[in-house]
């Protein structure tokens, strides 16, 4: 029985899920330190990364997802490998908080300004709409030489 023994148990969504197994067949899902993955990145890959949001601004993010944790070094090396995978011909999105300390680590990617809903507090009033960046390294341009 579900938590909270709830009436009317939700629908499970099959045909999304569907959609979902059917579009994933052309992609490559990988799990694993960043590092690695940003290495196998080549012309014409799309990498999204999602990692932990670190705000050294207010302190509260919670970055806690391995015991090492993932810090203002590992955030630094995240957009080192960005930069590297484009230099391959991929494009790199990154997402995180929308801060002057996130906007100075992304200098040089095209950045996208977003207002979201948080939906992790407990108590639904804290949930407030947050700003978040979405910043862009498309690959960098190849100029052939001349002789």
């Known amino acids: 029985m579900p938590y909270a023994h709830p009436k009317v148990l939700p629908r499970f969504p099959f045909d999304e899920v569907a ?87 992304y200098e040089g990617f095209e950045l996208v300004e977003l207002t979201v809903r948080r939906s992790v507090a407990a108590n639904a009033d804290k949930r407030l709409a947050a700003r978040e960046l979405v910043a862009m390294l498309l690959p960098f341009p190849i100029f052939p030489c001349r002789p």
């Open 19 to 105: 959609l979902a197994a059917e579009k994933l067949k052309a992609a490559n899902v990988l799990s694993g330190g960043f590092a690695a993955t940003m290495e196998l990145a080549t012309a014409g890959d799309v990498v999204y990364c999602d990692p932990p949001y670190s705000d050294p601004e207010t302190q509260t993010s919670f970055t806690g997802y391995t015991t090492e944790g993932f810090g203002v070094a590992e955030h630094k090396e995240l957009v080192a490998s960005a930069r590297e995978a484009a230099a391959r011909g991929a494009t790199v999105l990154i997402s995180n908080h929308n801060t002057l300390a996130t906007r100075e680590l």
